[in-house]
């Protein structure tokens, strides 16, 4: 089954850390550049990180700039998110994607409150 499976979304305090994971499966993973995205309660989705086939370059929009890090691993068919330093408005249902074949997975919620 072609998929995307997010993981390790949770509650988290203010300045904490925490490693959400993307689970590929039903293609070939290594070809392909893989984004997560991120949708708070009544806003629209934003890219928070994307990541090509090489793990280089990545690329991040300023709002995680510096505390977002984007990575893979291609033997595992697995894309990581690692988020540091989070704030309350980091809190929201996180998603990966891959454009080229249509796919978005279910999501992961994280919250950032104390």
């Known amino acids: 089954q072609v998929q995307l499976v997010e993981s390790g979304g949770e509650l988290v305090r203010p300045g904490g850390s925490l490693r959400i994971s993307c689970a590929a499966s039903?293609?070939?993973?290594?070809?392909?550049?893989i984004m997560w995205y991120r949708q708070a309660s009544g806003k629209e989705r934003e890219m928070v990180a994307q990541?090509?086939?090489?793990?280089?370059?990545?690329i991040y929009p300023d709002s995680v700039k510096g505390r977002f890090a984007i990575s893979r691993d291609n033997t595992k068919h697995i894309v990581y998110l690692q988020m540091n330093n989070l704030k309350p408005e980091d809190t929201a249902v996180y998603y990966c994607?891959?454009?080229?074949?249509?796919?978005w997975g279910r999501g992961t919620q994280v919250t950032v409150s104390s």
């Open positions: 990541i090509s086939t090489t793990s280089t370059p990545t």
């Open positions: 039903g293609f070939d993973f290594r070809r392909y550049a």
């Open positions: 994607r891959q454009p080229m074949l249509n796919l």
